[in-house]
């Protein structure tokens, strides 16, 4: 899977690729964002092994920029509806703010209409992000998803104001001690700390506690060169309709230096900060004492004048981080392309893959086009996949002893992906490859599928599955936290969801099968999820119907779930659930909505009712899926799913307001043969409420319950 692409767009600016949890790869080009998605099954007769989706920027329309009369030069547009639209700079969502739980991507361009032009802005813990303006304001704002099933909220995205603080504030202040500490100080410098300061970078880093809402954490901006922290925490009390981040203290650090620039990145799962001077790289440990000298160290750039255009995170096999650097003009050539953090006890590591991979490209670009060693590489961006295993680079060829007339028709950007974890494991061992760590099953065997393109000997799937299984066993304190957690006398439907969740995707025999389905996947054995169906389900069976009873009573169709869910039980445990089982329950079948007939429950894949009409049943629920457009498919086993988005059930009232049922007698013509018809208006207090067993499985189980594959 590890390869080379080529796209048929120019970048146009720094840092312009980047890489989703959820294996989504997002490459700015211009006005155009390309999608890249890994193809996990066979590639076609082509070899194709990625789908590219363009998606352009959207245009200034006129009602966002009304056209005007010509106007003098004075008052002439500062040119937003002019503009190329080129984006700018765009990042990831936090996975589970997207449908299905996949993660959004934001992107700024040049085309972005606010009251305040945008300088900067950063993805934050909790679907929160800042944005940095030119009116020096940083202003913290929350995203609300329509797409919580859970807790349904509006039909629509919002974007919510949870708190602001001024950047020129806190640089002015931080300046003008500065100066008028000093006795002799010329008016020049002394205006500095008159002028406005713009936050030209930011980053915000992970919260201390990953599922707490009101968590701590850092904010990090660059204004004018200065470094400046900003803590933020959550307030806990607060309402969904008014969220709120409180900013608490703020410091500056590195005071020696005031010529600092991006980008600025924040080390992952941890609080040391990254950022660039002219020839130095800097790592700062934000929870130390700003005016510590040992709290931050700093690396020479081996005296490389061009602008850092990419910044990514790797793991050593013990543990420590690793800084990988690209610069826009040397990066094929720059001894300092690897660091192990932090920099006082560093040494420049071996050459990585990526810039091996990109003296390989430049060699065969001068190749082709007769230049032999004159060739000029641009390198506009570098991301790491989700494991930390394999790197993404975006690069630009030309000529570097001519010119290069490109039309836009001829721009390319070659792509290239190389596998960085060159020991002999499989995996990276402190990846995490438990579904509560945030890695998917799709991330694992894309994987396993770069692991496997680069060696010449077999691999059996017990190795691959022994591989997952070593990279599996970080995450048994976070379960052990949420089955404590459980014992709780009142608990939330999320946290419910959450231990449902948690026994599934930790219990050993389940997750060996799983691992055992993945692996055969990656090795292109031909195989079902037929042998994992009866463990999988007698664990969700048997943490369904350990709910309150309560949860079943909150609409039909959770208490269809449950009453399906005990004749599977009855199935597995037959003599356990003959006492327990009233006869409401031994006689109860789902109908056939063409011929009215009754389905017996005879399989967990497939219904027939008595008159012989088949379904597929859902894979979850275990409901027969009789309509069209109500399913989802498995993208890894292909197993089918009921679209819980597509349950009318599940669909957000409309206002307070309850409907209650009544019927309407419209009378035939009897000499006609017409009976009576009677008209029922469903009553929309049927829709599920908030707090109902089929949102709690729906919210727990939002990946494939047998492989952990995306829908």
Sequence with gaps: MASQLELSSCPTAPDCISWSKDNLIAVAGGDIITLLVPRLKDSDQNGKLWDNLNFAVNAFTAEEVPIAESLSFKNFSVGEEQSHRHVQALAWSSPGLGKRKYETS????????????????????????????????????????PYDILTPGPQQWRVDVAGSFSSATLAVNQLRAHIYDTEKVDENTRALAEVTRVADHIAWSAAETAESPASRSTIAFISQGRLFCAAVEG????????PSLIVLARHRFLHSHSDLTGPLRFVPDSRLLIAFGPDSEFCVDTVADPKDPSGHSSHHLDGRWDEVTGVAFTQTNSGASQLHITSMLSSSDAATAVLTLPFDKAESATAPAWQEALVNTKAAFGTQHKLGTNVLDRVWGLATSPLGDLMITATTLLPSHALSYVTENDQRTSINITREHRHDAILPTNGGTSLLSGVTSAVLLFSLKAHLAQQNTKTGSEVLVQAMLDCANGSASAVENLLADASRESIEPL????????????????????????????????TTADQIIKPVLQTVVGGILALPEQFSQAGELSSKIRKVYQVLDSRLHPGRAAASMDEEIQSWREECLICAAGIDFESTKWACCTNGHRFTRCGLTLL???????????????????????LEALAQPQGDEDIVMTEETIEGNKADGTADKAWVHVSRSSTEREAS???????????????GGDF
């Design 693 to 707: 067993l089929a949102r709690i499985l729906f919210a727990a189980f939002d990946k494939c319950i047998y492989c």
């Design 235 to 242: 307030s806990s009390q607060s309402d969904d309709s008014k």
């Design 106 to 145: 934001e992107q700024f361009d040049e085309r972005l209409q606010v009251a305040q032009r945008v300088r900067a802005f950063a993805w934050g813990p909790h679907h929160n992000f800042v944005v940095a303006t030119e009116a020096d304001e940083i202003v913290l704002l929350r995203v609300t998803s």
């Design 495 to 526: 946290e419910y969801a959450r231990v449902l969740r948690a026994r599934l995707a930790t219990t050993p025999e389940l997750m060996s099968a799983r691992f055992k389905l993945l692996a055969d996947f990656a090795l292109e054995i031909s």
């Design 624 to 646: 027969t899926m009789q309509r069209p457009g109500i399913s989802k498919q498995c993208s890894i086993c292909g197993m089918q799913f009921l679209d819980e988005w597509s």
